[in-house]
């Protein structure tokens, strides 16, 4: 109670079921409340850059020499994670939730690092880190949807038509316009597009533009857009859920 646990190693203990009260931990990430202009400003820089409660554990800067460093942490990257998880269901107990979040965070750091070098930057957990820091920044998720639907929307210009020209063979009257596997057609437009796009990955259909039946990709683009849209909109329903749950 009443202390700073900052420079304190808990390496092999159980943290589960001990009570913390007004207790600081590492102070690389959490930093202390703002006083002065600097202060603040140094504050929203942190903000920004999502720094988060820590273990010296993990961010072994001082008390570890530096040649030493990468082997600590190295031997001991699953301990540092069995922490986080510990301290992780030991706020969620006491409904601190913020701290919860920034433990669950550790975990899967600790998880993801101890991947082979060669799929750390490539796996489901690298993911679920770029997608939505871990469900816990239901922001990063809502801007992964929203670039995710422009891009696909960007792409769709040249790949869909106007459902009215129906499967009809291009090249007669105003269909010739169509012909071309990278043409846009005339009634398409961005909104027009996004909007497909957005219904595509939502699961809705959109009566008024179809795929080009000679562009087999642009199917296959269409059925990865129903497949990644529910995906990550579950992801930002469970991140909201998790940052105001009570």
Known sequence: EDVHLGRASFMWTDLEEITFKN???CDH???TPPRTIRDKVNSLKKILSMKRTCLIDEV???VVPEKEKRTYLVDHYHQIEILYRQLKHNFEAKRDYQKADDFHYGEMEMRLIQKPAMLRNFSLTALYKLISGYGTQWQKTFVSFLCLTI??????LFWIKPAALGM???GVGEKASCAGEMSLCPGVTWSDSFLY???TMTLQSDPHFMVKG?????GAAAALQSIVGPV????LILAIRRQFRS
Do not use: C, I, Y
Request: glycine content about 6%.
């Open 23 to 25: 207790v600081l931990f």
């Open 214 to 218: 000679e562009l087999w990709w642009g």
């Open 151 to 156: 891009l696909f929307s960007l792409l769709n």
């Open 29 to 31: 990430l959490q930093g």
């Open 60 to 62: 072994w800067n001082d």
């Open 168 to 170: 009809h063979p291009a």
């Open 232 to 235: 990550v909109l579950l992801l």
């Open 197 to 199: 796009s957005f219904k």
